[in-house]
């Protein structure tokens, strides 16, 4: 699971800086570079915060949506978790009779 967070990504999405972005949640901003440095990850509190500010779940900002791959030949599909726990079940089917035929070309 990808453990690193994601506040540097979301700032410079919002075209924030994290100076302006630490004295708009109320944090100093050395310790949210600390963050950004992946020196620790924030605190449930701050995540909330940063979450609230972007727009975005905890777990956007934290960091822990875990990608699962599937080698498939020359392709990878990406899938998030999250993705893949809501995905409807004719497309959920249809993804598993790929990879079985994919890995049976192997």
Same mark, same amino acid.
């Given at each position: 699971?990808?453990?690193?967070?994601?506040?540097?990504?979301?700032?410079?999405?919002?075209?924030?800086?994290?100076?302006?972005?630490?004295?708009?949640?109320?944090? !100093?901003?050395?310790?949210?570079?600390?963050?950004?440095?992946?020196?620790? @990850?924030?605190?449930?509190?701050?995540?909330?915060?940063?979450?609230?500010?972007?727009?975005?779940?905890?777990?956007?900002?934290?960091?822990?949506?875990?990608? !699962? !791959?599937?080698?498939?030949?020359?392709?990878?599909?990406?899938?998030?978790?999250?993705?893949?726990?809501?995905?409807?079940?004719?497309?959920?089917?249809?993804? @598993?009779?790929?990879?079985?035929?994919?890995?049976?070309?192997?």
């Amino acid at each position: 699971m990808n453990r690193k967070n994601q506040i540097r990504r979301l700032a410079a999405e919002n075209d924030i800086t994290i100076a302006k972005l630490a004295v708009a949640i109320g944090v !100093q901003p050395h310790t949210l570079r600390r963050y950004t440095r992946h020196e620790a @990850q924030p605190k449930l509190e701050l995540a909330e915060k940063l979450a609230q500010f972007f727009d975005v779940s905890v777990a956007d900002v934290i960091g822990t949506e875990s990608v !699962q !791959q599937q080698k498939t030949g020359n392709a990878v599909i990406g899938i998030t978790e999250d993705e893949l726990l809501h995905m409807p079940a004719e497309l959920l089917a249809d993804l @598993q009779a790929y990879l079985r035929t994919a890995r049976s070309s192997d």
